[in-house]
């Protein structure tokens, strides 16, 4: 079956530095990613998507890396904030939506 | 533009209960989603509609779940008889179309089953 994993459940890092966050799919069919940032209490909000036909794009302080070969996905966030804190998210698309368990992102001053 | 609206925020009920979510999603979105999402854990499809029709119910589980959106607007999601393991926060969203668009989230309701 089909499956979101991340690499790591926590990360930590220094306000000021850049933050990457990983994520692994199993389905190879897949043709739509997408990273979210879920903040306590709220619903996941849209950071950035790419197609399969994209091996990368840049958003806001934000760049999104993708590696259909080993099925691979990667959220980097440059000068890391405290407000970046909260807890991320990859999908992908196929037939539905499928969410990865979510890592952790602290930000320390 | 206005976001996606859910209500009540928290609910807490006996299991055996009934309970009811409300959702109405984004103007003009033909997509509607519900999703659970249990505490430590991403976000679980349960059902999606485009426009008034169901087109992916097979996580819903339909002894004790229904979902309706009549007109295809707003949405109900239903749960009865609630169980202890059906404690969760209980996620709307919506998109324009059901392909490579990304879903925008309202905050949700969170249910606690005791």
């Known amino acids: 079956g089909e499956s979101v994993g991340l690499h790591l459940p926590t990360l930590s890092v220094q306000e000021g530095d850049n933050s990457i966050i990983n994520c692994a799919y199993s389905?190879?069919?897949?043709?739509?990613f997408i990273w979210y940032k879920q903040e306590s209490g709220k619903g996941p909000q849209f950071i950035i998507d790419?197609?399969?036909?994209?091996d990368k794009r840049q958003g806001q302080r934000v760049t999104v890396l993708l590696n259909k070969t080993v099925k691979h996905l990667s959220l980097q966030i440059a000068a890391t904030q405290p407000g970046d804190s909260a807890v991320y998210f990859c999908?992908?698309?196929?037939?539905?939506?499928?969410f990865g368990a979510g890592t952790r992102l602290t930000v320390k001053p | 533009e206005a976001g996606v609206a859910q209500s009540p925020r928290y609910k807490i009920i006996e299991k055996r209960q009934s309970v009811a979510f409300w959702c109405n999603p984004i103007?003009?979105?033909?997509?509607l989603y519900w999703y659970q999402q249990i505490l430590g854990q991403g976000p679980k499809l349960l059902i999606q509609?485009?426009?008034?029709?169901?087109?992916?119910d097979s996580q819903l589980p339909k002894d004790r779940f229904s979902a309706e959106r009549l007109k295809g607007v707003d949405s109900t999601l239903k749960i009865q008889p609630a169980k202890l393991e059906d404690s969760a926060m209980y996620l709307c969203?919506?998109?324009?179309?059901?392909?490579?668009?990304?879903?925008?989230f309202g905050n949700g309701t969170r249910l606690t089953v005791t």
């Open positions: 999908a992908t698309r196929h037939s539905d939506m499928r």
């Open positions: 969203a919506s998109s324009p179309t059901s392909y490579n668009s990304p879903l925008h």
């Open positions: 790419i197609r399969s036909n994209m």
């Open positions: 389905n190879s069919a897949s043709d739509y």
């Open positions: 509609f485009q426009n008034n029709g169901v087109v992916d």
């Open positions: 103007s003009g979105h033909a997509t």
